[in-house]
Every structure is written in C-alpha cells, then in structure tokens.
C-alpha cells in the first residue's frame, strides 16, 4: 500500500451491517468483520489488488517543494512478503512498504491483509515508523503514529478492496476505523471506466477510488486500479480545489526477490564508474590466475 493512506471527507459514522449484500448508502459503510469468513493461507487474488508472495510493487513521483520550488525523487515500493501474522483472530500476510526520497528512508510500515470467502481483500492494520533526519541526513527521531491493529483499542478492519460484486459507482467503505490510533480512512467508488496511460502500460476500464479521512479534512486522495495489476496512480494531497500535491506513477513489478533500496537518479553514474573499475579488476585477477 502506498504510504501513507490519507483522507479527508465526512461524518464519522457508527454502522452495523451485514456483509453480504452490502448495499449503497449514504455514509460509508463499514463492514461487519467476523473472522468465520477467512481461510487461513488463502491467497489474496482480487482482481484489483493482488499480492502474490515475492512481488514487489514501484511507484515513483517527482515530487516539488511548494516553498523553493525544488524537485525530488521519491520512490515508494511494497513487497510482499511471505510473513503473517494473526490480528482479530485471522491470519494476515505481511507487506513491506517503504518511502525513500533522493535515496534516503523517509518512511518504514508493516501492512497487514488478509482476503475473506468473498473475494474483499481486508486491510488488518499496519506498524508504522516515519523519520525526521537533520541537515546532515542522521535520523534524530521517528514517529509512529497512525499504526494500529485490529481488535485493540477498539480498532476495527475495513475493506482495503471489496469483491467486485460491491464495486459500484458510490459505494463508500472504510478501511479502517482506529480513531484511538489517528487512523480512520475510507474511499468511494468514483469510475470503473478511466483510461490511464503510464509508462508502465496502458489501461482500460481502470477502478478509480477517492479516498478521505475526517482526520484530514480538506485532502484527498484519487487512487487508480487495473485488473490484474494493482494500484497503477495515486495523486495525494488533492485540495478541495482541486489542486494535486503529489503523483505517484507506477513503473515496475517484479517477482521472486526482496525490495531493493532505491538510490537518487545522480548516483547511477557513480555506482556505473565504480561497476567498471570493479570489473576491470576482476578480469585482470582472472587473467593472472589463467596464466
């Protein structure tokens, strides 16, 4: 999941629903968790945000300072890890998400899903860890703030993607509803038919989802999804005017591997120069010991 979910929108609503079906409604719904409805071990393959074990998401951005007007690279990455751990009595899989900024680690969460009998992919909570670095890039302190587990602290899950049968233009869920821990997200259904074009490919019938939180009023957040693929655009920090903070595109999926730790754009040619002489001298060992 991208770091960091945030929404701003409505009232907070107290609702008790049956799972299925869910109907429309005006408030967001949030759904009745009961662990009966979770296989231990299923894999989560909702057509809209699958996570096999080993896959590793990207998404970058180019990302401005509204203060200076200066640029920097920010690279997000999630991977899937074949962890799990048991929260409000199921078994949820562990994602790996971190945010790295011109190379350097800005934030660290553990995210926890699990997907029930139905096909809703159910987000279970996280362990979140954001750093505050000084002018010479040395952490001088983290936060954590926002992290939460389901069944603590009043803390309750909420669909992170349903099945396909409740993706309705206007159906409105939480994620999660944790307002003792600062988290208390939700989205609505916008489209199911926006076309996007990245460099990753170009898509079709693309879910688009706007997500909000009462704790952030006056932000949102559009999130794009394609079937089969997963989350391809997120545009953050969107004001009620409009106006866009942040789009975060992605570029890669790769399987089979752990997360790499991004490096800034600058020092590819560095890593280039110091690969060549590395080699030259691995060829020159290779020649010595042949003679």
Request: aromatic share 8%; charged share 20%; with cysteine.
């Given at each position: ?226 079937k089969g693929v997963g989350l391809l655009v997120a545009e953050e920090d969107i004001t ?52």
């Amino acid at each position: 999941m991208l770091r960091r979910r945030f929404f701003p929108a409505c009232l907070i609503v107290s609702l008790v629903l049956l799972l299925l079906p869910l109907t429309l409604r005006a408030d967001p719904v949030l759904p009745n968790f009961d662990p009966a409805n979770f296989t231990a071990g299923a894999p989560i393959d909702n057509p809209f945000f699958p996570l096999s074990v080993g896959t590793t998401f990207r998404w970058e951005a180019t990302v401005t300072d509204p203060e200076d007007n200066s640029t920097s690279h920010q690279v997000e990455q999630d991977f899937v890890t074949s962890q799990t751990k048991t929260l409000g009595g199921v078994l949820a899989r562990v994602v790996h998400s971190t945010v790295h900024v011109d190379g350097e680690q800005e934030e660290d969460t553990l995210d926890y899903y699990a997907q029930d009998k139905f096909g809703n992919v159910w987000y279970l909570g996280e362990d979140t860890k954001s750093f505050e670095r000084d002018d010479e890039g040395n952490i001088i302190s983290t936060d954590t703030t926002g992290s939460w587990h389901a069944g603590i602290n009043g803390a309750k899950p909420g669909f992170i993607m349903p099945n396909e049968a409740q993706l309705k233009v206007g159906f409105e869920y939480f994620q999660e509803s944790a307002p003792a821990d600062d988290a208390l997200d939700q989205a609505k259904v916008e489209s199911l038919t926006k076309s996007v074009n990245i460099p990753f490919g170009s898509f079709t019938d693309v879910l688009q989802t706007r997500e909000s939180s009462s704790l952030e009023p006056g932000f949102h957040e559009n999130k794009y999804y394609a079937k089969g693929v997963g989350l391809l655009v997120a545009e953050e920090d969107i004001t009620s005017d409009g106006k866009i903070g942040d789009t975060l595109r992605l570029t890669s999926i790769t399987h089979g591997g752990p997360a790499v730790i991004p490096l800034p754009p600058a020092a590819w040619t560095g890593m280039s120069t110091l690969a060549l002489l590395l080699v030259g001298k691995g060829l020159r060992r290779a020649r010595r010991r042949s003679r």
